[in-house]
């Protein structure tokens, strides 16, 4: 099973340039999130969907758009990148019952100069 | 959010058991008890979860106290592979989408 997979692992971006980050999963999950992740610290999360054409924001949103047409895909896009977004993305998955596990990507690691 | 504590790092030889302690004193009645770990360089990986009973499963037991405000997460041998940081998380199941809070963890350091 693939599971939940991201695309780029790394990308460097120069400041104010927008780029998008993939994420897909194939476990048929209700449920996806976006998290980063900042050197020494757990992760935090900034936008999250718990199905199709929903979505909601969480604790650190702002800089990032994300939208769900569909069950597997949940884009996230920098509009303008700021060197304040350097930092470690990870995407996840969980089907609707919380009291179930939750899958994670391997992660972007993304630099904005 | 309930809040869970931990301590920074621990320290174990390979295949001895290592006891990993979690402190939620806040905990409500409709809290689940998750662990998940994080090897270096990748996302964070599913341990176990429990609500009131000790759980086992191929990777690792949860003991839960009787009064749920602790909680410990047991790895029976320690191997190298199980350097990660491991993090206790509280995710309420009584409404809507419940966000994963991911506290600093316990970073394990496993000798050979």
């Known amino acids: 099973n693939a599971g939940v997979t991201q695309t780029p692992k790394f990308q460097v971006l120069k400041t104010g340039q927008s780029m998008t980050l993939q994420c897909a999963q194939d476990?048929?999950?209700?449920?996806m999130s976006w998290y980063r992740q900042d050197p020494g610290m757990g992760l935090r999360l900034i936008h999250y969907?718990?199905?199709?054409?929903?979505?909601d924001q969480g604790e650190v949103p702002n800089g990032y758009n994300v939208s769900r047409s569909t069950t597997e895909d949940f884009p996230l896009r920098l509009l303008s990148a700021a060197p304040s977004q350097t930092s470690v993305y990870f995407c996840?998955?969980?089907?609707?019952?919380?009291?179930?596990?939750?899958?994670f990507g391997q992660g972007t690691r993304l630099t904005v100069v | 959010d309930a809040k869970t504590t931990q301590p920074n790092s621990m320290e174990s030889n390979e295949e001895e058991p290592v006891h990993l302690p979690c402190n939620h004193s806040?905990?409500?009645?409709?809290?689940?008890i998750h662990w998940y770990r994080q090897l270096p360089s990748q996302g964070p990986e599913y341990v176990i979860h429990?609500?009131?009973s000790n759980v086992n499963n191929r990777m690792a037991s949860l003991a839960i106290a009787e009064d749920r405000k602790s909680s410990t997460l047991i790895l029976h041998r320690a191997t190298l592979r199980d350097a990660a940081v491991y993090y206790c998380i509280l995710r309420d199941v009584s409404t809507g989408f419940q966000k994963l809070v991911f506290g600093t963890g316990t970073r394990l350091l496993v000798s050979p």
């Open positions: 969907s718990v199905g199709a054409g929903i979505t």
């Open positions: 476990m048929n999950h209700e449920y």
């Open positions: 429990g609500l009131t």
């Open positions: 996840a998955s969980s089907r609707k019952t919380a009291a179930t596990e939750a899958f």
């Open positions: 806040t905990i409500s009645g409709t809290d689940y």
